[in-house]
């Protein structure tokens, strides 16, 4: 590689990392105790909420604790792919539960990136694990979602397969 070629690298990767320092690694092997990759039938006490597209169940968890640390969250849902735990979504309500939940958030994977400074949504993640807390200023209904990469690429990988299947169909 030529000297100019690495100079350029070397400033696009500056680049990134400046922008989206979350882009090293964001590690947990969990989400509320139950593994990523866990099979939906090693649990006990779930309850199906819908199935939101083909393979894909969302759960919610008998007897969930609600509360985290100062604030009640509105819901906590369990999403499957193939039986499979792999995202989870906590909806809550409030500009102070954001504000709190994004220091939270920061105290455990790092400082964010934000990928349009006019918009309430910030990325922690790297690794396996995809982490994005948003906001919608409007309704001021929070989220905080986690994203298990292995398996929602796979997820994506085969609807991809799928969409290519079907496009003689159209």
Same mark, same amino acid.
């Given at each position: 590689?030529?000297?100019?070629?690495?100079?350029?690298?070397?400033? /696009?990767?500056?680049?990134?990392?400046?922008? +989206?320092?979350?882009?090293?690694?964001?590690?947990? %092997?969990? +989400?509320?105790?139950?593994?990523?990759?866990?099979?939906?039938?090693?649990?006990?006490?779930?309850?199906?909420?819908?199935?939101?597209?083909?393979?894909?169940?969302?759960?919610?968890?008998?007897?969930?604790?609600?509360?985290?640390?100062?604030?009640?969250?509105?819901?906590?849902?369990?999403? +499957?792919?193939?039986?499979? +735990?792999?995202?989870?979504?906590?909806? /809550?309500?409030?500009?102070?539960? /954001?504000?709190? /939940?994004?220091?939270?958030?920061?105290?455990?994977?790092?400082?964010?990136?934000?990928?349009?400074?006019?918009?309430?949504?910030?990325?922690?993640?790297?690794?396996?694990?995809?982490?994005?807390?948003?906001?919608?200023?409007?309704?001021?209904?929070?989220?905080?979602?986690?994203?298990?990469?292995?398996?929602?690429?796979?997820?994506?990988?085969?609807?991809?397969?799928?969409?290519?299947?079907?496009? %003689?169909?159209?």
């Amino acid at each position: 590689m030529g000297k100019e070629k690495r100079q350029r690298l070397f400033a /696009f990767l500056t680049v990134v990392l400046l922008l +989206f320092p979350t882009l090293l690694p964001a590690q947990t %092997d969990n +989400f509320r105790g139950i593994s990523w990759g866990e099979d939906l039938y090693n649990l006990r006490g779930m309850t199906l909420l819908s199935n939101t597209e083909p393979g894909v169940k969302a759960y919610t968890r008998d007897g969930e604790i609600k509360k985290i640390g100062e604030f009640e969250v509105k819901h906590i849902i369990y999403c +499957f792919y193939k039986n499979k +735990f792999y995202a989870s979504f906590i909806i /809550f309500i409030g500009y102070p539960a /954001f504000s709190y /939940f994004k220091k939270s958030l920061e105290l455990k994977y790092g400082s964010p990136g934000q990928p349009n400074r006019y918009i309430e949504t910030y990325l922690f993640g790297g690794g396996n694990l995809l982490v994005m807390l948003s906001l919608n200023t409007i309704s001021i209904e929070g989220r905080i979602d986690y994203l298990y990469k292995p398996i929602s690429d796979k997820k994506d990988r085969d609807r991809t397969e799928s969409a290519v299947k079907a496009k %003689d169909a159209l």
